[in-house]
């Protein structure tokens, strides 16, 4: 049987494959504990005998209604549409990796694209504030600041940096803090690139303001712990956060 704890990392195409096949001998073990041949169980399932042939070598996954049959004709109590669910979803997670890989070279290339003394540098000017902010390193202040600045919902700036919404949590999480990961702290330069003179304002605003509670900021749950914001010192010169 085939889980997610079978994929330690990652999940790559090959990997992908593996699982798949391990789902076909799954489907062949039970079919022959049954006693029932490749064109018995395709007469069962409205399917052809090539069709069950070809899963059963990792050649095709097929459609769940296939699966929900099988598990039916025999008796295997759900354990195949289970696996099979199982192995959808890490295609899922794997399409959503390589859509995230596609969209962050697509602001690399944007970002090479951009001349040096853009206003989407990474030393953010921000009018009215009398400073420039550098982000030397992502934590979970600064990481808190730029959605708030974006004004966005956790789930919303998990979507606009392509990771599950568990990700921000973490990242936001007073208790459990851990540094994002180096993908991961270009992708949060890149949003502060992007975004807007007035968001680009908010966010170097934040970062001035005296500590605030975690439950200040939209979308936070109602724990009511207060974050470690800190206050800035100003000077004549560019400012390094961290």
Known sequence: ??????????VTSEQI??????????????????????????????YSRSSVANVEIGRNAITRGFWERADRELRTQGSLVDAFDTLQELVAMLRRHRAWVAEHERLLR????????????????TPGCGCTVTIARWREREVLALREALRLSPGAFAERLRVPPSIIATWEDRGQPELPSLPMQAALDDLLKLADQDARTRFARILQMPPMRSTDHAGAPPTGR???VTPLHRSAGPQALR
């Not at 944007?110 to 990474?122: G, I, R």
């Open 1 to 10: 049987m085939i889980g997610t704890d079978a994929v330690p990392g990652p």
């Open 17 to 46: 494959r593996d699982l798949q096949k391990a789902l076909g001998r799954q489907l062949a073990h039970w079919r022959k504990a049954a006693g029932m041949t490749q064109a018995a169980l395709a007469r069962r399932t409205a």
């Open 110 to 125: 944007h970002q090479a694209a951009v001349p040096p003394n853009s206003p989407t540098s990474l030393m953010t000017a």
């Open 226 to 228: 207060p974050s470690k």
